[in-house]
């Protein structure tokens, strides 16, 4: 589905400070409005946030001890130096085993539903125990995980502050991991400062590649808003055998279909695309402009663009201003329990 005219119109406004269509005059703030970052963080009704909470959680996110094998953390494979993914084309899980698909980012999940490649999941919770049960991946035994952590001074003093008069469950190991990853939130982008009002905060050819983004290019028609995706599923037609959403909803138009993800800090997440098959940004651009493979399933917004050189260069430009200025991250000192006092 195309953008509607007006909306190629106001995003002009991105170059020009305001251009009147029809009788209503679009502005450069209302272009903003659409890009404009949320003030807080959302968390469900039956998992609210609270410090203590997100800080047993970010233990836990760190810890290996939440695998079978003891050497496998959340963050081995959401790495925060590597914008909380792993920088390789397939997840790499128990055993050195290679995954089917790319690991995710988690980075801007509170605002996601469906999580995973094919949308499994209906949410954060549900989402940080899959990879952890599954034997390719972390191998753990859910339901061994209560005994493993309750064997742990610093955990059973930590579980008893956050959730009171509950023994240590997988469900309240969780909510605490999920709360975690619901703060992993991108920092402030050049992007941000310019629909701020900075106009020296990205150069000439992003501003260029901003209108490429929402006029000829069509990219803001999957990567909407602040978070530069609209969370849904489609099939961009890349060369691979994996059905993705297929296998969950058997609708002609799921066959091949993935999760759209965010766009920021995309920078410093190559390589791309659900199997890690695409190398840069450049790649992606090329991929979109004429590299895809018809079928049925085939998303309506993908279609030959046709882009210039320039346009081309301007779209990787406009892109690489939404890599945000993220402090570094702390990692935290784990307790010491059975499974580290052994030599």
Same mark, same amino acid.
């Given at each position: 589905?195309?953008?509607?005219? &007006? %909306?190629?119109?106001?995003?002009?406004?991105?170059?020009?400070?305001?251009?009147?269509?029809?009788?209503?005059?679009?502005?450069?703030?209302?272009?903003?409005?659409?890009?404009?970052?949320?003030?807080?963080?959302?968390?469900?009704?039956?998992?609210?946030?609270?410090?203590?909470?997100?800080?047993?959680?970010?233990?836990?996110?760190?810890?290996?001890?939440?695998?079978?094998?003891?050497?496998? @953390?959340?963050?081995?494979?959401?790495?925060?130096?590597?914008?909380?993914?792993?920088?390789?084309?397939?997840?790499?899980?128990?055993?050195?085993?290679?995954?089917?698909?790319?690991?995710?980012?988690?980075?801007?999940?509170?605002?996601?539903?469906?999580?995973? &490649?094919?949308?499994?999941?209906?949410?954060?919770?549900? +989402?940080?125990?899959?990879?952890?049960?599954?034997?390719?991946?972390?191998?753990?035994?859910?339901?061994?995980?209560?005994?493993?952590?309750s064997a742990i001074a610093g955990y059973r003093e930590r579980f008893a502050a956050v %959730?009171?008069?509950?023994?240590?469950?997988?469900?309240?190991?969780?909510?605490?991991?999920?709360?975690?990853?619901?703060?992993?939130?991108?920092?402030?982008?050049?992007?941000?400062? &310019?629909?701020?009002?900075?106009?020296?905060?990205?150069?000439?050819?992003?501003?260029?590649? %901003?209108?490429?983004?929402?006029?000829?290019?069509?990219?803001?028609?999957?990567? @909407?808003? &602040?978070?530069?995706?609209?969370?849904? %599923?489609?099939?961009?037609?890349?060369?691979?055998?994996?059905?993705?959403?297929?296998?969950?909803?058997?609708?002609?138009?799921?066959?091949?279909?993935?999760?759209?993800?965010?766009?920021?800090?995309?920078?410093?997440?190559?390589?791309?695309?659900?199997?890690? @098959?695409?190398?840069?940004?450049?790649?992606?651009?090329?991929?979109?402009?004429?590299?895809?493979? +018809?079928?049925?399933?085939?998303?309506?917004?993908?279609?030959?663009?046709?882009?210039?050189?320039?346009?081309?260069?301007?779209?990787?430009?406009?892109?690489?201003?939404?890599?945000?200025?993220?402090?570094?991250?702390?990692?935290p000192v784990l307790f010491a329990g059975p499974q580290t006092a052994q030599r």
């Open positions: 589905m195309q953008a509607p005219k &007006w %909306f190629s119109v106001l995003l002009a406004a991105a170059v020009v400070p305001s251009i009147a269509y029809g009788a209503e005059t679009l502005s450069l703030e209302r272009m903003k409005a659409l890009y404009q970052r949320p003030k807080s963080i959302p968390f469900p009704a039956d998992n609210p946030f609270s410090a203590e909470k997100a800080a047993l959680g970010e233990m836990l996110f760190f810890d290996p001890r939440l695998s079978g094998a003891n050497y496998i @953390s959340c963050a081995s494979c959401h790495n925060p130096a590597l914008s909380w993914g792993d920088g390789l084309p397939r997840g790499i899980g128990h055993g050195m085993t290679v995954l089917g698909r790319r690991t995710p980012t988690v980075l801007n999940a509170a605002w996601a539903d469906l999580l995973m &490649w094919d949308g499994r999941m209906p949410n954060l919770e549900a +989402q940080a125990l899959g990879p952890m049960s599954a034997p390719v991946e972390m191998n753990q035994e859910l339901a061994k995980l209560p005994a493993k952590l %959730f009171p008069y509950e023994e240590i469950t997988v469900a309240n190991a969780a909510k605490a991991i999920a709360t975690y990853e619901r703060t992993v939130v991108s920092g402030t982008a050049p992007f941000d400062r &310019w629909i701020a009002g900075d106009e020296k905060a990205i150069s000439e050819s992003a501003k260029r590649g %901003f209108v490429v983004f929402n006029t000829k290019g069509n990219c803001q028609a999957c990567h @909407s808003g &602040w978070n530069f995706t609209d969370n849904s %599923f489609r099939d961009i037609g890349l060369p691979d055998a994996d059905i993705g959403r297929g296998k969950i909803l058997d609708l002609p138009s799921m066959q091949h279909a993935f999760k759209t993800p965010t766009l920021r800090d995309v920078e410093r997440r190559a390589p791309y695309m659900h199997d890690g @098959s695409v190398p840069t940004l450049m790649a992606v651009v090329e991929h979109y402009d004429h590299g895809f493979v +018809q079928r049925p399933s085939l998303s309506e917004e993908v279609k030959s663009l046709h882009l210039t050189a320039e346009e081309k260069t301007d779209l990787a430009d406009f892109m690489m201003t939404l890599t945000g200025e993220n402090p570094p991250v702390h990692v």
